[in-house]
């Protein structure tokens, strides 16, 4: 199978088919002058480019990447908002760190960066030797590592969505292609090719979770678990009906369900593109790579402040780190990725 071409207007990493395995690593600058930092910037994202390229091509040089068939890698690259503010980088008016939500436990070693960078592959050996081609290239840019986490989904039919570690669907709602435009990329003008991550590496109490009565973890997603449909409906891929009502008067996804309170209809239609990734880094430190893709990280906070102090999921989960970036546009072959970041 070909893997998405590394050229193009826009990154291949944001809206290929989800693959089964991820690699985040986020790279700081140095800090010297603005002039130099810009410089070593530019010296950076040629030298990713470059390898990045190199790596997603049916001709791989590397050995390790070669009889694999493709490598069908996919990646993206982006820039995180301090630096983008220390440079002055043209990038969206709404790049922005978020702001720290109730219950937050946030560790700054595995959080924010100046260069956030998302691999995806079809298995982690890829993932591992790319990862080291690109800490080298970076490294000798100029760039030093600040952060690397790796994920996984299960291996699920192509066209049906994966479940995450509490077991139940995780992706069915999300903006159909052609809504991408107005949620996911930028509006036209500079920053139309490029889009905005937030990523959150949230811990889940799986067994606590696993503890609750059938019916009960149900009404705290407000979708079934073995089909994904949701309470209201009789096909996963069904809108939630958050207004439905019981004949009591209650509602029949509860006041407190994570998909009433993720609900677009909350936020004026708006919607984010998610794309988790499940992570077991010890026998109790399992959870979710949260990475969703949308125009403005406002959309997140507004959701994340009704989940965190709402949400019945809440109880079972704590938020560990978090990073922002904009996603860079694409560039054609000969060219580099952050091309339009200098105004
Ligand atoms: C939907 C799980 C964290 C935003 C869902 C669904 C599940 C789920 C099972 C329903 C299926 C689907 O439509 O994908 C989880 C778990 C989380 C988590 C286990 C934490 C470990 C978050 C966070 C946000 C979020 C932090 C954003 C702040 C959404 C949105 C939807 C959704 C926007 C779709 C709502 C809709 O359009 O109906 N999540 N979620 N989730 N979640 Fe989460």
Redesign the pocket.
């Known amino acids: 199978e070909a893997a998405a071409p590394f050229h193009g207007p826009r990154q291949a990493g944001v809206t290929a088919p989800q693959q089964p395995a991820t690699q985040l690593l986020a790279f700081d600058l140095p800090q010297t002058s603005a002039a130099a930092d810009r410089q070593t910037l530019r010296t950076v994202l040629d030298a990713l480019t470059r390898t990045l390229a190199a790596a997603a091509s049916d001709a791989p040089s590397d050995a390790r990447l070669q009889s694999l068939g493709t490598t069908r890698l996919t990646s993206l690259v982006g820039v995180g908002p301090g630096l983008a503010t220390r440079l002055g980088l043209d990038v969206p008016a709404a790049l922005a760190d978020l702001p720290t939500f109730p219950g937050d436990r946030l560790d700054p070693a595995r959080s924010g960066g100046d260069l956030l960078l998302q691999l995806c592959a079809a298995d982690r050996w890829t993932l591992t030797v790319v990862a080291e081609l690109v800490a080298t290239a970076a490294g000798s840019a100029g760039a030093t590592p600040r952060w690397s986490q790796s994920g996984f989904l299960p291996v699920t039919t192509p066209g049906t ?1 994966p479940r ?1 570690l ?1 077991g ?7 903006p159909a292609p052609a809504e991408d435009e107005q949620f996911v990329w930028g509006p036209p003008g500079a920053h139309h090719d490029g889009t905005v991550l937030v990523y ?1 590496r ?1 811990r ?1 109490d799986v067994a606590g979770f696993a503890g609750l009565p059938a019916d009960q973890r149900e009404r705290t ?3 079934r678990q073995g089909d ?1 449909v949701p309470l209201t409906g009789t096909a996963e891929h069904d ?2 009906d958050i207004y439905a009502k019981n004949p009591d008067g209650s509602y029949v996804i509860p006041a407190n369900a ?2 009433r309170l ?3 209809r909350l936020d004026g239609g708006t ?2 593109l ?1 794309r ?1 990734y499940s992570y077991d880094d010890a026998p109790t430190d399992r ?2 790579l ?1 990475c ?1 893709f949308m125009r403005d990280p406002a959309q ?1 906070t507004r ?2 402040n009704r ?1 965190a102090t709402r949400d019945a ?1 809440t109880p079972y ?1 704590q938020h560990q780190a978090s990073a922002v970036a904009y996603v860079l546009p694409g560039c054609a072959p000969g060219g580099s990725l952050g091309e339009r970041l200098w105004t």
């Open positions: 969505t995450n509490f139940f669907k995780d992706g069915t709602s999300n959150r949230i889940m997603i407000g979708r994904g809108d939630p994570h998909v993720t609900s677009p919607r984010m998610r988790g959870g979710l949260f969703a997140f959701v994340q989940l999921l989960l």
